[in-house]
């Protein structure tokens, strides 16, 4: 698949709204295609720069604010365990930050010369989507639950470690592209 054709998919899926009951399998699923999409950009660096390609600057710039759009998505959805409509509302949010965010960490792969480098990237992205994997789980077993239900604690502690995986990201890719 193409670089267009894979940054066309993840416009696709940007677009996607998940609803009962079948919402969070169906993130699932699509979060599971992202890691496919971000893999497959390793070792195909483009000849001929796209319109979207930015400085490095700029793109630690945009991956810091996609990871901290992330973190705080990521966390509406631990908080919203009262309402299943609210949950799913904040579920589409976060998976279309999570989008944001790949794209951005798939277009920086795109300029990177060295492999070595571009697999540093992927590997990141890859621990994010996973563990946000990790939290789409716990968001659905945290579903129409009481707040003393321990499913509900492990939600907060998912999001929790979703808040710092992104952290982390945001500062590996800046010592990075700072390399």
Do not use: W
């Not at 969070?24 to 000849?47: H, I, M, T, Y």
């Not at 010369?113 to 621990?127: G, L, R």
């Amino acid at each position: 698949m193409s670089f267009e054709a894979r940054i066309a998919r993840l416009g696709e899926m940007k677009e996607k709204n998940y609803a009962v009951p079948d919402g969070f399998l169906a993130a699932q699923k699509d979060a599971n295609e992202l890691l496919c999409l971000v893999r497959s950009s390793v070792g195909k660096p483009e000849d001929h720069p796209g319109a979207y390609d930015l400085k490095l600057s700029q793109y630690k710039q945009l991956l810091s604010v996609e990871s901290r759009q992330l973190g705080s998505a990521c966390r509406k959805l631990a908080m919203a365990e009262k309402s299943p409509e609210e949950m799913l509302v904040a579920m589409t949010s976060s998976f279309q930050v999570l989008c944001c965010l790949t794209e951005a960490c798939m277009r920086l792969v795109k300029i990177m010369n060295s492999e070595t480098q571009q697999e540093e990237i992927v590997a990141k992205i890859d621990e994010v989507v996973i563990n946000y994997i990790c939290l789409l789980k716990a968001a659905e077993a945290a579903f129409g639950k009481s707040s003393g239900d321990s499913s509900i604690k492990l939600l907060a502690r998912h999001s929790t470690t979703m808040a710092t995986i992104v952290s982390t990201l945001t500062r590996s890719l800046k010592m990075l592209l700072n390399k």
